[in-house]
């Protein structure tokens, strides 16, 4: 992932976190897991794991479509 697509979802979550929609930690995790999964480290992460950060994504984007109420 480049520069500028990291900085536009970083800003996205950064506004999820403001919004209450996600914690500051799922945020972090979320950005963390997305760094490492463009090195090939993504196929080494268990189901479980897939399924909680794709449930702090949907809220991320939930909350910068305008579809939460904090």
């Not at 520069?3 to 970083?10: D, F, G, P, R, T």
């Not at 490492?36 to 909680?52: N, T």
Request: no cysteine.
């Amino acid at each position: 992932m480049n520069y500028k697509a990291m900085q536009v979802i970083s800003k996205r979550v950064d506004n999820a976190a403001a919004l209450k929609a996600i914690t500051p930690t799922e945020g972090f995790n979320l950005l963390q897991h997305l760094r490492l999964s463009g090195r090939g480290k993504y196929r080494y992460i268990a189901d479980s794991d897939r399924a909680v950060y794709a449930d702090i994504a949907k809220r991320v984007r939930v909350a910068n479509d305008g579809g939460y109420d904090a």
